[in-house]
Each structure stands twice: as structure tokens, then as C-alpha cells.
């Protein structure tokens, strides 16, 4: 786990700067200063400032703040940014420390060595930009030159540096960290606990200083905290960091809350607001929904939010940028979402924009549609001449454990087996047979029995996949929408899997073909699997083989509305066919079902 020192950190990382020159740091581009009015004295910068009685309340406050006591036993010549009395803001004493040490760093900058976008380091551990308009950069500096927002108004040459004075107190923008500490609990606690839980804070005694004894005799240290988050350690994606720039899109609690409660409806009006089937905590069940609770879609909001690139209004407005990806490699789209481009928040490492509408993408409500064809047996009479329409097919039945239930993880992962249904051609003089079946689900009812339904899709585009048994004899297939009234509309062209060709493609519900293709929570690189059952992990209640790489179900119900399907397989190689088995089919959403 990476660890990040949040506090007293910055005589760290200014300590290794003192061997490098000024183009270490900067470029050979440069702009020289021949009409820059630049005075030169004797004098250390301590003592010059000290001198000059208009800066008397900005050597005050190095003084009170230790500034002062670090430069002669810091080795290292310095810059030193100062404002004269006139424009002198005294900082609230919890931020004096903080406000003194953002006008000091530990090189020598020359104005020469200035250019537009040079980032200083100062000693809290923050950068200072500088920028430079067109005077500027043709040498006329004082007036043009800009520390963040203050600008340049005199330089002075000292012996052990340079000091600029400048218009106004260096305000420095919050990190991504500083921000998200400082949301507002009463308008942004959903998101701003999401963050913050997801780490831990630990006192770091060995780097904290001891400052005094108090009356219980216990050492009082000036303290330092280790911030640790195995969340973003484990995207190398460090909040405090000024060594990123990035992008964070936060939300309100009342357009998280909206969200939830729109996409819980949508499952609602799906069908899917039956018992939600997970495999998780070694439950074994067909997956529907990747939802079990608000904490389930958080998870979302919280990979979608933060992006290792900054993003400026324009950026997310261009139609180069209509879909970009998170640092958990989640799409978030703005051609649907919307945030607020009007009023982006600068941060010292990055940009935050406010959420105001979205909506939790469909590929996240629902992880796959994977059932199996055994619910034949689950069916009445008139259930079975509906849901399995068949031509010159017969002798119907469900072949239990055909293959043996097994996990590769005993006690975690639960047992699975193959019980697939079996039939065979009614008449082999006749070539062509067909099944129309459509996608079924089923739960126990009150009656100690089972309920069947029809399994409703909401529109979008899917990949689909299906399993069948080695050997089998080759069939297209044919993916079908039906809407209200029972009319169908194709959904793509029919495909033709060779399934007489030996290969173990479609065998059961093995998927070592397809990516992605195991069922939720399932971790192939856990640790705890036998070793001899390591490389089997494709077999356990995979997705099965590829029919189709990415399929669109139509809308023909209406927009958003859900869709009956057919699944229609013929053949005209049934002469030669032997016993048929149909094992599973799986629908997955694809990155584009939004």
C-alpha cells in the first residue's frame, strides 16, 4: 500500500533541491529582463527585508512563524515573495504557518529563468504558477509578471536570493484532498463519506516532532499524519499529490439520492424487482442485477468521479471528449450526463466540476442475463408449447447433473453443475428443424412449487453468448424482438456456429474464448484456489461461446421500455443429427448500453 505523508512534508521535499542550478528547473527558453528595474544589495534576504520598514508586518509574520530561524541552517539559497504593509492581509492563526511558508522556496529563481507556466514549489508543499503576458515575455516584467493571482511590483537581488514583491497574499488553491474535506456535511455528505471511507488517517510518530510535555506527563508532538487509500493507491492516483493534475466530478446528496431512486424504478419497471440473484457469499443463482443495495451503486459514482487528466470546460464540451473514461476505466458520458461547465472550481492538482443530473448506466444495473435452458422442466404443458416452439423436435427432457456440480473453491464459491436439456429430431428424412424459444426466468412460489415468466430486456446493445455440448450438430441462431402487440423484429442477421467442429467453444458453460466472461464477485487471481484447479477457472458458470460480439435490442415497446425476446435455432442437417443439447444462453451488457 502506498503511503502519503499529508503534513509536515515539505522540508522533504525541498531538501534534495540544493544540487540542482536554475536549469534543472527551468527551460533554456527564457526571457530576459533588459528594461526590468532589478536592485541589487549586500544584504541576506532575511536581513533585507527586515530593513525595509514597509514590509515590516510581512517579516513579522516569517518571524512568528519559524521562517526566519529555517534560512540560515537550511543551506540553500531562497525566493521569497513579500507584500508590502498596504496590501498586507494577516492570515487566521490556524493558517499562519501555512500562509507564511507559501511565499518561500528553497532555489534561487532569477527573472530571467521565469517562464509563462513555471510552477514553483514552496515550503507547504504547494505550487505557485506564474504567468507572463505579452509585455512580459518581451522583457518588462514589473506589471505583467503574475505570482497565481498577485502581481509582480519590484525585484531585489540579494546575496542568498531573490525577493519579489508582489500586489497581494498568495492564495493557494486546495488539493482534490483539501476540497473534499472541506464539502459542506449538509449538502454533500453522501459523496464526501464515499471518499473519505474508503482510506484511513494513522499517526506517524516517527516523522512527528515532540514540542512539549503536557500535565499527565505525555509528549504533545507536533503531529504528522499518514493518509493511506487502498481505493486510489491502487490506480497509483494520490488526492494530495501536486505531482498530478487531474479531474474530480462531485455530487450533492439530492442528485445522488435522484439517481438511486431512478434507477431503482427503472428495475422496477424492467421486471427485475423480484429478489435480486447475486452470486455472492456463496450463493449460487442466475445474475440479473449488480445491485443489492445503495452501497452496490455508490461504488459506481465513486469509480466514475476522478480522472487522471485535467479536463477544462472547453475539453468536455468538444465532441472529442463525448465519452471519457475514469481511473477505474468507467465511462462517464457527457452527451448524457450533465455537469456544470459554467463554474469549473481550480484546484492546485486539477480541476472539480459539480454533478447536476445523471444517471447510473443501464451496464451497471445489469451485470448479465444468463439462464439455462432446464427451465423446461419448471414449465406447464402450456408453458412448453408457448416458450419452446418447436419444428420437427421431440422427446424433450432435462438431463440432470450431466455434468457434475464442482467449485474451484470449496466453502466460498458455491458447487455448479450442468443440467441441460436434451431432444432429438422427430423425423431424420426431414433436413430442417427449428426452436423459437424464448427467455425465461423462474421463482419458487408460496405454494412450495415455481412461477415461470418471461425474462423482459431492456433496449440496448449486448453481447451474446450460449452453450450447447461438444459434437453437437451446426445451427444458426437468430436473436428476435417482440413487442406489445407480438409482432418481431429481427435484431441482426443470423449467425452460424459450427458446432460440429469438435472444439469446446460452446461445450456447456466454458468460455475460454471470451473476455470478461465469469459470473459477479468471481476473482480468478484469489489466492486461496487449489492449485490443481488454477487454470479451470474458464469452466465454473461462465458466459459460454460467442454469437454475437455486440447486439442492439430495438426499442419496440417504446424508449426505455423492456423487450420480450426470441431466440430462434434452426438447422438443415437433420438427417444426421443425433441427440441436441441446449444449455444456456447469456446476454452481457456492452460499455455502449448507457
Known amino acids: ?45 532575511m536581513q533585507y ?91 518588462n516584467i514589473i506589471g505583467h509578471m503574475l505570482f497565481n493571482t498577485s502581481t509582480l511590483q519590484e525585484v531585489i537581488k540579494a546575496n542568498d536570493g531573490f525577493i519579489y514583491v508582489i500586489s497581494d497574499m498568495i492564495v493557494t488553491p486546495t488539493s482534490l484532498q483539501d476540497f473534499i474535506n472541506g464539502l459542506d456535511d449538509t449538502k454533500y455528505s453522501r459523496f464526501k463519506n464515499m471518499v473519505l471511507s474508503s482510506g484511513g488517517k494513522e499517526f506517524d510518530k516517527a516523522h512527528s516532532k515532540a514540542i512539549s510535555i503536557d500535565e499527565s506527563g505525555r509528549t504533545v508532538y507536533d503531529s504528522v499524519f499518514i493518509y493511506t487509500n487502498t481505493f486510489f493507491d491502487a490506480k497509483n492516483f494520490n488526492l494530495s499529490s501536486e505531482a498530478i493534475k487531474a479531474t474530480m466530478l462531485f455530487f450533492s446528496d439530492e442528485v445522488i439520492e435522484k439517481a438511486l431512486a431512478e434507477a431503482k ?5 424492467w421486471g427485475y424487482d423480484h429478489k435480486i440473484q447475486l452470486l455472492r457469499n456463496g450463493s449460487l443463482d442466475s445474475v440479473y442485477v449488480g445491485y443489492t443495495s445503495d452501497e452496490d451503486l455508490e461504488r459506481w459514482i465513486l469509480e466514475a468521479a476522478f480522472y487522471k487528466k485535467t479536463y477544462t470546460a472547453d475539453d468536455l464540451r468538444s465532441e ?50 444468463h439462464e439455462e435452458f432446464n427451465l423446461y422442466a419448471k414449465c406447464d404443458a402450456d408453458q412448453k408449447e ?38 432429438k429430431v422427430a423425423d431424420n428424412t426431414t433436413a430442417h428443424f427449428q426452436m423459437d424459444f424464448t427467455p425465461l426466468f423462474s421463482r419458487p412460489n408460496a405454494e412450495g412449487g415455481n412461477d415461470v415468466h418471461v425474462l423482459m430486456v431492456p433496449p440496448g446493445t449486448y453481447r451474446m453468448a450460449m452453450g450447447f455440448k461438444q459434437n453437437m450438430t451446426a445451427m444458426s441462431i437468430q ?55 488454477k487454470n479451470k477457472y474458464a469452466y465454473y458458470w461462465t458466459d459460454g461461446g460467442p454469437v454475437y460480439t455486440e447486439v442492439e435490442v430495438p426499442a419496440v415497446n417504446g424508449e426505455g421500455k423492456a423487450v420480450q425476446l426470441l431466440i430462434r435455432m434452426t438447422s438443415e442437417n437433420g438427417t444426421s443429427a443425433g441427440t441436441l443439447t441446449f444449455n444456456h444462453w447469456c446476454l452481457r451488457p456492452t460499455e455502449n448500453n448507457y
Not at 510581512?58 to 512563524?65: T, V
Not at 504593509?85 to 522556496?105: G, I, L, W, Y
Not at 469446446?504 to 484469489?526: Q, V
Request: aromatic share 8%.
Open 479 to 533: 436473436l428476435i424482438a417482440v413487442d406489445e402487440a407480438g409482432d418481431q423484429f429481427e435484431c441482426a442477421d443470423k449467425v452460424d456456429l459450427p458446432l460440429s467442429d469438435g472444439s469446446t467453444t460452446y461445450h456447456y458453460d466454458r468460455g475460454a474464448t471470451l473476455s470478461n466472461s465469469l459470473p459477479e464477485y468471481y476473482d480468478k487471481t484469489d489466492s486461496r484456489f487449489d492449485e490443481g484447479l
Open 386 to 423: 408457448l416458450y419452446f416452439k418447436c419444428e420437427n423436435l421431440g422427446n424433450f427432457n432435462v438431463s440432470n447433473n450431466e455434468v457434475a456440480p464442482w467449485t474451484p473453491l470449496s466453502g466460498v464459491w458455491a458447487p455448479h453443475g450442468d443440467s441441460p436439456l436434451t431432444c
Open 265 to 269: 424504478n427503472k428495475l422496477k419497471s
Open 49 to 139: 527585508i527586515r530593513s525595509r520598514s514597509d514590509l515590516s508586518q510581512m517579516s513579522s509574520l516569517f518571524e512568528a512563524q519559524g521562517i526566519y530561524a529555517q534560512m540560515p541552517n537550511s543551506g540553500e539559497k531562497h525566493t521569497v515573495l513579500v507584500v508590502a504593509n498596504d496590501n498586507f492581509q494577516a492570515p487566521e492563526a490556524d493558517e499562519a504557518e501555512k500562509v507564511a511558508k507559501s511565499h518561500v522556496t528553497n532555489i534561487e529563481v532569477s527573472p530571467s529563468k521565469l517562464n509563462d507556466g513555471n510552477r514553483l514549489l514552496m515550503w507547504h508543499d504547494k505550487y505557485v504558477t506564474v504567468s507572463l503576458d505579452e509585455e512580459a515575455l518581451s522583457g
Open 320 to 369: 472529442d471528449n463525448v465519452s471519457i473514461k475514469s481511473i477505474y476505466d468507467r465511462i462517464w458520458r457527457n452527451d448524457i450526463q450533465t455537469i456544470d461547465l459554467d463554474n469549473p472550481i481550480a484546484l492546485s492538482n486539477g480541476v472539480a466540476y459539480e454533478v447536476k443530473d445523471f444517471r447510473i448506466p443501464n451496464n451497471r444495473l445489469i451485470y448479465r442475463l
Open 1 to 45: 500500500m502506498n503511503k502519503l505523508l499529508y503534513l509536515g512534508i515539505a522540508a522533504l521535499l525541498v531538501a534534495g533541491c540544493g544540487n540542482l542550478e536554475d536549469d534543472d528547473y527551468y527551460s533554456s527558453n527564457t526571457v530576459r529582463n533588459e528594461n526590468a528595474d532589478i536592485l541589487s544589495t549586500d544584504l541576506s534576504v
